[in-house]
């Protein structure tokens, strides 16, 4: 099975491991919550409400602190607004490289003393790249808190890395590559290999992981340069959530970040894509892939827009479930794959971006299967949508589940989409509390508009279709 | 005590540091965990119900652990997983669409799964939907319908799921491992042969719920937020007739303990996947905690000494990690690391130097306190959720694990000292009882890793 991609971290997310096919099992207790559906909608119930205090610090640091004491822990995430799509170019893959950097030293903690200082505490530490932003997270026992706050700020001010440990980290990313896109049968299909043909802007369409000379290429000066340009206070969001003190946390923010100085920004590149007047194709061939795969992809409305909150029902409605109507069409009836996945934004979710955005429906088929019998397929349920509105019952269902996977965010023991949440509302629109109103506002739209938007942004002329042709690579057999 | 100097020109700290370096701030005392509390009863059908009072959200998991699994699947290899994604095609009353419906209408999705010795149906709702759920999961695991028109496709999935991991190296590595490690014995069956689930008919399917489904194999679990008044009546009525059925399988395994080396020969791949496993005391075993937090601090942590060497030393690997795995009864020690084509052998003899060294010096206490506190803390964040706890009691369960087991767990990793860490590495972790597997281009590296003294006298199978 294709597994959804997570972001691409610096830390292996302790992937897999024991034995094939003996895994224990443990039901829901391991399940990760749903990226592309961390939103909320009622089941006649009241909102959810997530607390949520936010300033700013002189320097231009927010800070979110968002207190819940269902577990002693604490969870520190800092989000620098940088991601791969504004890195330069000639260096492609250099935000995710340098993200890597951000553990090789400090001016107070050398190299693995950051991450021996987190796990020698009882924490878990990591942290990824995505589009728009670079995320650093800590989760700790709520008593390191100051602990953890100093580090961060201690590298916030003072990165102090050497050639050793560039050349160093230029090895392991391109491991990561290989292991994540490489080496593994289709590796990053979709969400690495789809955004570089149906965008345009180079912004969007370059390899984000990056291509291995651009890693080799990579200097100190660069990273120097890199660290200077983006790693400013003014272009940060602090969050912490879970069990503080509020006022104790105020005084070690302020303590510890109040003093690192604010930079000038660069103006933002245009990363807007042209609006596409007709469909695009492509294919290619995956080496290790024994079967063909399938992926469509659509540009979603702007971020914030009454047709975006529509967008995200329409999600839910054709895509994510088994209930969804290209599961089952796709699956249950027609019986062209175990699995259909995609979503907004395979790296996150509806709201933790900041830019153009794609729409994916992917599936691996087998060679029997003629892909337009597939498209014809996810053509007609789409016609369906644009024919008439969503029935009462598919809307309750779309609000039921956003709802639950709401809560799944809040009542996480990590923390960690809250935080991701809480950042890039931050980040993107300076107003974190907006979290609160994810429910009201999916509870706002009407059938009536996503039918219109299915009309308006799913029409052939403005997809991309990409298909991935099995290689020749057989399975290896012992010597 | 805190020695904060501030430091303006912070850009100018870019190369090394010339000031004196700040220490980080002293932590504050810790703050009480209590694990919530939670109650077991038994129907008189043998089936055991947990219920687990916790969280502040209103969401409910129900989640029914039957003791079956591959373990179950004798010569049939997957025929638990085919059985169980069956029985989501529907019960006697619902069809595969209504119960996706049904689910997606309580804010969950229904899930199943069948591992090596335990089969799992449940689904997380909101708590207004406790009950539903509840007969929802009773009705899946007592009342399939299993639809034959419908195996062909759910067969046809699952060899297409297999097509995909024979194409991936770290799967063809791990079914390589556990065929060396558990030859017979189910364990060790991780893919069916060529045309073998084709084979695979409903009465198959059938006959297997049949012999291994009931009460007396099966565990409900309840955690989150619920009204106990009118859940329990629910659960009972749900599941108080359901036959008794079979006692679980006994079925022990004997993981090999002499040296072997298995090659798989992956041409043109740019990573080698490497695996090595070797018995270990199991989580009932009284050597047990010291042998995990060794674990842990060979490679079992992001600050572990593998991963220091061969990551962040050698820049060889991404994600080096080292685990226990544990079967009833038994337990394995674990290596995996995807390491760069040019330097296998060399990965591989640092990893062994990075064992022998832990078995001929006791590790410095500052380092394995370290260690001690993150498995600690890493103990809090996984039992701070509702799904956490339950999957904890599950495995306490299948491991006939006591309550204490739970209750001093952060005492028991506390009590481990330097001299056992290295006790159990010398005494367990020994290379000359591995088995080692090296998925790869071999024609880059098959000689170099033959070279290696450690692998001299390996069985080849």
Known sequence: MIRRSAAIRSVAARPWIGLIGAVLVVGCAAQPITGESESAASSGVGSISIPVEYYKLDNGLRVVLSR??????????????????????????????????????????????????????????????????????????????????????????????????????????????????????????????????????????????????????????????????????????????????????????????????????????????????????????????????????????????????????????????????????????????????????????????????????????????????????????????????????????????????????????TRFGLVDLLACFALFDDDPARINRIEPELRAVTPELISDVARRYLVPAKRTLQRVEPGGAAAGAAP | MRRFVAVALALAAWAAAAQPREQPPVPGAPRDFRLPGRETLRLDNGLALTFIDYGTVPKVTVLAVVRTGNIDDGESTWLADVTLEMMKEGTATRTAPAIAEAAAGMGGSLNVGAGAEQATVGISVLSEHAVDAAELVADVLRNPAFPAAELPRILSNFERSLAVARSDPQSLAGEALARRVYGDHPFGRAFPQPGQLAGYDIAAVRAFHDRNFGARRTHVYVAGRYDRATLEPALRRAFGDWRGGAAPTELPATPADTLQLAFID?????????????????????????????????????????????????????????????????????????VTTEHTADALAEIYGEIDRLQREAPPAQELDAIKAYRAGLFVISNSSPNGVLGQLAFMDLHGLPPEFLAGWVASVHGVTPPQVSEVAARFIRPERMTVVVAGDLAKVRDAVLRLPQLEGARMP
Do not use: C
């Not at chain 1, 933002?268 to 609006?275: F, G, H, K, Q, V």
């Not at chain 1, 695009?280 to 540009?299: F, G, I, Q, S, T």
């Not at chain 1, 830019?355 to 060679?367: A, E, K």
């Open chain 2, 266 to 338: 992956t041409p043109g791949a740019p990573q080698s996947s490497i695996r090595m496993a070797v018995p270990v005391p199991h989580p009932a075993h009284a050597l047990y905690f010291p042998t995990t937090i060794m674990n842990s601090l060979l490679g079992g942590a992001f600050g572990s000494r593998i991963t220091a060497n061969i990551r962040e030393d050698k820049g060889y690997s991404y994600s080096p990690d080292s685990s226990i795995s544990a079967r009833r009864g038994t337990a394995l020690w674990v290596l995996s690391a995807e």
């Open chain 1, 68 to 413: 819940d004491d269902s577990a002693p822990t604490v969870t520190v995430g800092v989000y620098y607004r940088i991601g791969f799509r504004i890195e330069p170019k000639g260096r492609t893959g250099f935000a995710h490289l340098f993200e890597h950097l951000m553990f090789q030293g400090s001016a107070n903690l050398g190299k693995m003393e950051f991450i021996r200082l987190i796990e020698g505490n009882g924490g878990i530490v990591n942290g990824s790249t995505t589009f728009d932003y670079t995320n650093y997270f800590q989760i700790v026992p709520a008593h390191t808190l100051e602990t953890v706050l100093w580090a961060e700020a201690d590298r916030m001010k003072s990165l102090a890395i050497t050639q050793d440990n560039l050349v160093n980290q230029q090895g392991v990313v391109k491991n990561e590559v290989h292991v994540n896109v490489l080496n593994q049968p289709y590796g990053g299909f979709p969400w690495l290999t789809v955004p570089q043909v149906a965008n345009v802007n180079w912004h969007n369409a370059h390899n984000f992981y990056g291509d291995m000379a651009d890693l080799d290429a990579a200097t100190l000066e660069d990273a120097r340069a890199f660290f200077e340009t983006y790693y400013a206070p003014n272009n940060a969001v602090l969050v912490v959530a879970g069990d503080f003190d509020a006022a104790a946390a105020r005084a070690w923010v302020a303590q510890y970040f109040a003093a690192i100085p604010a930079r000038p920004q660069p103006p933002r590149p245009d990363i807007a894509e042209p609006e596409q007047a007709a469909e695009r194709r492509d294919a290619y061939v995956d080496r290790l892939a024994p079967r063909p795969a399938l992926a469509l992809a659509w540009h979603v409305p702007a971020r914030g827009t009454p047709e975006h909150w529509a967008f995200s029902l329409l999600d839910q409605i054709l895509l994510q479930g088994e209930d969804s109507l290209l599961w089952q069409r796709l699956v249950q009836q027609r019986g062209y794959t175990g699995s259909v996945a995609g979503g907004i934004n395979l790296l996150g979710n509806e709201f933790t971006y900041d830019g153009p955005m794609l729409w994916m429906v992917y599936l691996v088929h087998d060679p029997a299967t003629d892909p337009a019998a597939i498209v014809a397929d996810i053509d007609a349920e789409i016609a369906r949508l644009q024919s008439a509105p969503p029935t009462a019952a598919q809307m309750q269902r779309a609000l039921t589940k956003t709802r639950a996977a709401l809560y799944d965010l809040a009542g996480s023991s």
